[in-house]
Nanobody, 124 residues
Framework: QVQLSESGGGLVQAGGSLRLSCAAS????????MGWFRQAPAKEREFVAA????????YYADSVKGRFTISRDNAKNTVYLQILSLKPEDTAVYYC?????????????????WGQGTQVSVSS
């Protein structure tokens, strides 16, 4: 069983930045690919970023490339999402997820465990 807990969300003005954290239960850090997804009101959950088990490979949604950076610290079992130049359209609940397969995926259905999410709200 993998437990994930996100933190770091909040209300920020457009142009601001945030760093989201996802703390994972023991052994998750080096065992699984990790992803961040987001869900805006009345919209489907969408892929944001993913990082491989060793942190070497990363994927990003086109809409966030250049502004979002995913990273991980396996010693701390924590995955991060650095968000720069926030836009109102980034407003959403952000979820981290763990993929127990040995592949790194951008697909929501490939992820087996999910956190409860952290709210990011961006004012214009």
């Amino acid at each position: 069983q993998v437990q994930l807990s996100e933190s770091g969300g909040g209300l920020v003005q457009a142009g601001g930045s945030l760093r989201l954290s996802c703390a994972a239960s023991a052994r998750t850090g080096s065992g699984y690919g990790m992803g961040w997804f987001r869900q805006a009101p009345a919209k489907e959950r969408e892929f944001v970023a993913a990082i491989s088990r060793n942190g070497v490979t990363t994927y990003y949604a086109d809409s966030v490339k250049g502004r979002f950076t995913i990273s991980r610290d396996n010693a701390k079992n924590t995955v991060y999402l650095q968000i720069l130049s926030l836009k109102p359209e980034d407003t959403a609940v952000y979820y981290c997820a763990a993929d127990t397969s040995r592949l790194l995926s951008t697909q929501l259905g490939s992820y087996d465990y999910w956190g409860q999410g952290t709210q990011v709200s961006v004012s214009s």
